[in-house]
């Protein structure tokens, strides 16, 4: 058992417990949790190992590739732009990106791309790592790109193409990638420790991406099961620790899969969503653009990650809803958004929390980890 370090109040020593339990019972190797309450810190816990050797302790400012944690700050982007009048969530997305009309989609439409129901949900021809590192050309294929089925009427998981989809309507009205969008606008001026791909400098400081070998397991009987649109979208190209361990990987911009962060920025960033667009005494969107990010827009059986979380979802405008399955708590308007193995943002209004889940050893699902549902009951326990 490592030792835990940070500090948990004690109406909150059940997250602690939690946490604890995850190295104990759930296999954890290195991992951190922070839970703020009306925007206050009640716990901010980390404990374990960087990597896989144990040669290095988790550490308050450890950083971790989130893999699709990083969906909540890449909607926040778009978010924002519409909160200023720069983007319009009803307008088709080729009045900002002409190319995006051939192949049909003339009439998708934003909010299409921020809940998943564009269609695009992957490239039809063979992508590989090295072409999702390049910004331009995979956004030209997604373009080009028949959907898979028939925009705006079902939600399908856009694993990978979501943030270049997303990422490039941002880019075509600011200039900016994402990435450095959210610097200017957010992360650089509240100090939260969160990058959209890993700078240099920062190499020192990243934990380890590691895959046991039962959960390597059950992802192979997994990916043997799957449709051709799920492929498209999960393993067009293939990813996995490996690739996300590489100089190559964090070094892209990927905005729906290797944004890098701490715990404590997770909880940041999802806390302006929980604060109803306040954080840290700034204003980063209105109540009303707050309100529109969890605007649901209709439950059905995801047609990419169809009988895998076992139950219908409903995803908003770029974050899933907690709906009456509890993924982010008992509010059904609780809302968030797991990464791939296991972390997770999640934001809940009504209660003023806002919990970040960050760690190593990457589980089997996409969604609804058990260490990560342990610390959310914990919390919820507490209020």
């Known amino acids: ?40 810190p009640v716990a901010d816990l980390w404990g374990g190992w960087a990597d896989t050797a144990r040669t290095r302790p988790w550490e308050r400012e ?12 890449t909607a926040l982007c778009a978010h924002i732009l519409a909160d200023r009048g720069l983007l319009d969530l009803d307008a088709p997305v080729a009045a900002y990106w002409p190319e995006f009309a051939a192949a049909g989609k003339e009439a998708v439409r934003v909010r299409h791309l921020l809940s ?34 028939e925009p705006g009427t079902r939600s399908g998981y856009h694993a990978f193409s979501y943030g270049f989809l997303v990422g490039e309507v941002v880019r075509r009205i600011t200039g ?16 939260i420790d969160f990058t959209i791909g890993l700078p240099e400098k920062e190499a020192g400081r990243v934990a380890e991406l590691v895959v046991s070998p039962s959960s390597r397991e059950a992802q192979a009987a997994a990916f043997a099961q799957m449709t051709p649109v799920a492929v498209a979208s ?10 996300a361990n590489s100089p190559q990987w964090r070094a892209a911009e990927i905005p729906a899969a290797n944004g890098h962060g701490t715990a404590r920025a997770i909880a940041a960033l999802y806390g302006i969503f929980a604060g109803r667009g306040r954080a ?23 047609l990419v990650l169809g009988d895998g979380l076992g139950h219908d979802t409903e995803i908003a405008l770029g974050l899933w809803l907690s709906g009456p399955h509890g993924s982010y708590g008992p509010n059904p308007r609780a809302f968030g958004h797991d990464g791939a193995g296991g972390s997770c943002g999640l934001a809940d209004p009504e209660a ?32």
């Open 116 to 149: 998943h129901r564009s269609g695009v949900a992957g490239p039809r021809e063979p992508h590989t790592l090295e072409e999702l590192y390049d910004w331009e050309l995979t956004t030209a294929r997604l373009a080009a790109a028949e959907p898979w089925w």
């Open 234 to 243: 999960l393993l067009n190209p293939p990813t996995g620790a490996v690739a």
């Open 62 to 73: 450890t950083l971790v590739n989130v893999w699709s944690t990083s969906k909540g700050p």
């Open 1 to 40: 058992m490592p030792q835990i370090q940070g500090h948990c109040d004690d109406r909150f020593s059940g997250v602690r417990d939690a946490f604890e339990e995850n190295f104990r019972e759930r296999d954890e190797l290195g991992a951190a949790v922070t839970v703020l309450v009306d925007g206050e």
């Open 176 to 191: 900016l990638l994402p990435g450095e969008f959210l610097r200017r606008e957010v992360t650089g001026p509240l100090g």
């Open 352 to 383: 003023g929390v806002a919990l970040g889940y960050v760690m190593n050893r990457m589980g089997a699902g996409i969604a609804d980890d058990p260490r990560k549902m342990a610390l959310v009951e914990a919390v919820y326990a507490a209020l």
């Open 280 to 302: 840290d005494g700034r204003r980063i969107l209105s109540e009303a653009a707050a309100e529109r990010v969890r605007e649901g827009q209709g439950s059905c059986r995801d």
